[in-house]
């Protein structure tokens, strides 16, 4: 959920490149979400989770934004 808080609005404003692998995208984010949750399980805290959705965040600001025109 926390990554739909993310990418959704980013995508509605059209912010992602144009080449960005969809597809791949959404692959990576479920399987992120899902091994960030099942840790965080075994390990009985929230830090997975919460690192997670930093990376994440970073992740998509690195790689799979348009970069400002300057």
């Known amino acids: 959920m926390a990554h739909q808080e993310i990418a959704v609005p980013l995508a509605l404003r059209g912010e992602f ?3 960005l692998d ?11 979400k899902e091994g960030s949750i099942m840790m965080s399980k075994l390990e009985g805290s929230n830090r997975h989770v919460r690192t997670n959705r930093a990376s994440f965040a970073a992740y998509l600001e690195q790689c799979c934004l348009r970069r400002a025109e300057s």
């Open 22 to 32: 969809v597809e791949a995208l959404a692959g990576f984010t479920l399987a992120s």
């Open 17 to 19: 490149k144009d080449d």
